[in-house]
């Protein structure tokens, strides 16, 4: 699997069948005017989650495409590693008699800190069709040492999820099941659906949000979604949004696009990614922390010779961010140690090489707390 198959794949996800639908009940809404979803966003008491057991831990997403397989790994905010998350049947062969192989995406820890979502990509199947890679959504016990036997939903394309602030439910958006073999039309919205999983009762809820939006975020109070619209497969042009859960009315956040990520614990404010113009590359992109109540933004800038960066999240305290970003270094040694045989007049080519840092929440005092090897890259970071 290449990069770049695995970057689309981020952000792929199949068909469902109908009779996991069946039964699930739809939440309509009426219209508000835009100020008054704005006032309700921005002056909303904030409700009381419960606190984190493994508060102040972050969980990183790693994927290795040599062995194929993937560590999700908790790390503290000074980058000592004290746990993998045992992934259990998760890991499993592509192919017939082939070796196991993982790959999570997007791994986002409950509030309390005891369970992590993430969305699985493979095994791949030749009955899938369309444009969207197939993935399953997985949940994992950070206690359990043997890991889930089972998805709780499989098939599912371009999927995305975000907890309720008490962890009893997972909000979850995906392309529409009716629609999910269609080609991608450059300027149109992709057609989404949304609903939650209940874990107390077990069942499912359909949420009739507008056309094109998908959940990546609940407000603290759990009262707001934050929810992001992109043309087709053009993930530059994403543009970020908030809307009440009673109205589903959308709110436009920042002038210009962004790909939005999280609300900050105090709900005032969203953090997310620009990406830098595509004349200009590789002029990087900046992080957008943008204001909910006004929409206006502004940005942090990437490290030094940073040329990308694509996850951002926020501490439970809002006074830290840890974000992923990309530099390109020289390869390591060999592994045995010795140097690598070359030309004299050749060198290896540089290699883009991911690391996750904390920062003050205005990108100060940055610190890299993870940097991946060679064959490793980040495909997700969370923080609790």
Not at 306 to 311: K, L, M, N, Y
Not at 357 to 379: E, M, N, W
């Amino acid at each position: 699997m290449n990069a770049g198959f695995v970057m689309a794949a981020i952000f792929a996800a199949s068909a469902q069948s109908a009779s996991w639908w069946s039964g699930a009940s739809a939440v309509v809404s009426s219209n508000p005017s835009s100020s008054a979803i704005q006032g309700a966003i921005a002056t909303g008491a904030l409700g009381c989650a419960p606190v984190p057991v493994r508060q102040g831990l972050i969980v990183i997403n790693l994927f290795n495409p040599v062995e194929h397989l993937q560590s999700a790994i908790l790390v503290t905010p000074g980058g000592k590693e004290v746990d993998r998350i045992v992934l259990g049947a998760e890991v499993q062969s592509n192919l017939p008699d082939g070796p196991p192989v993982s790959g999570l995406f997007h791994g986002r820890l409950s509030p309390d800190g005891m369970r992590m979502a993430a969305f699985k990509v493979n095994p791949f199947r030749p009955d899938n069709r369309g444009p969207w890679v197939l993935m399953h959504l997985w949940v994992f016990d950070l206690e359990d040492r043997k890991g889930p036997q089972a998805a709780l939903r499989p098939k599912i394309k371009n999927p995305s999820l975000a907890w309720s602030p008490d962890g009893s439910k997972l909000f979850v958006s995906e392309v529409d099941p009716e629609k999910a073999i269609d080609l991608v039309e450059p300027r149109k919205l992709v057609p989404m659906v949304s609903w939650f999983y209940d874990f107390k009762t077990r069942t499912k809820t359909i949420l009739a949000l507008p056309t094109g939006h998908e959940i990546v975020d609940i407000s603290p109070d759990g009262k707001t979604l934050l929810t992001r619209t992109r043309p087709g497969q053009q993930w530059d042009l994403e543009t970020g949004h908030v809307m009440t859960l009673d109205t589903l009315k959308p709110y436009r956040l920042a002038p210009q696009p962004f790909q939005p990520m999280r609300f900050t614990p105090d709900g005032k404010e969203v953090i997310g990614y620009r990406p830098g113009k595509k004349d200009n590359f590789p002029v990087p992109g900046t992080f957008v922390i943008a204001s909910v109540a006004s929409g206006l933004d502004r940005t942090i800038d990437l490290p030094a010779g940073a040329i990308e960066g694509r996850f951002a999240c926020v501490s439970p305290d809002g006074k830290r961010m840890a974000y992923e970003w990309t530099r390109h270094e020289e390869p390591a040694p060999a592994p045995d140690g010795t140097e690598r045989n070359l030309p004299p007049d050749k060198k290896l080519p540089t290699l883009p090489m991911s690391r996750v840092s904390v920062a003050d929440f205005d990108g100060a005092r940055a610190k890299t707390i993870f940097q991946c090897k060679d064959d490793q890259l980040i495909y997700g970071i969370d923080w609790r």
